[in-house]
């Protein structure tokens, strides 16, 4: 992948990801739903360029998991207890 080209390490990797989905995307909370027929972070990436948090982290997951990084996307918290 173009992005990470160079990139020495996960970290750099990461961080170059994340710096390219902020350049190509706007965050949006009114942004308009992905059409039915459409894979939605491809739809973010390619054509609507807006979003929220989910295709954000969507995205981010995905691209890193095309260069090797092992990541997951999770939704949701597990408060203490005790």
Not at 1 to 28: F, H, L, P, Q
Not at 40 to 45: A, D, I, N, S
Not at 47 to 59: I, K, P, T, V
């Amino acid at each position: 992948m173009k992005v990470t080209a160079g990139a020495k390490t996960d970290a750099e990797k990461a961080e170059r990801i994340k710096t390219e989905i902020e350049k190509r995307c706007k965050y949006n909370l009114n942004a308009a739903p992905t059409p039915a027929n459409e894979d939605p972070v491809e739809y973010f990436l390619f054509q609507s360029h807006e979003g929220y948090c989910d295709l954000f982290a969507s995205s981010e997951v995905l691209m890193a998991r095309s260069v090797g990084l092992p990541a997951r996307y999770t939704v949701g918290y597990l408060p203490d207890s005790t």
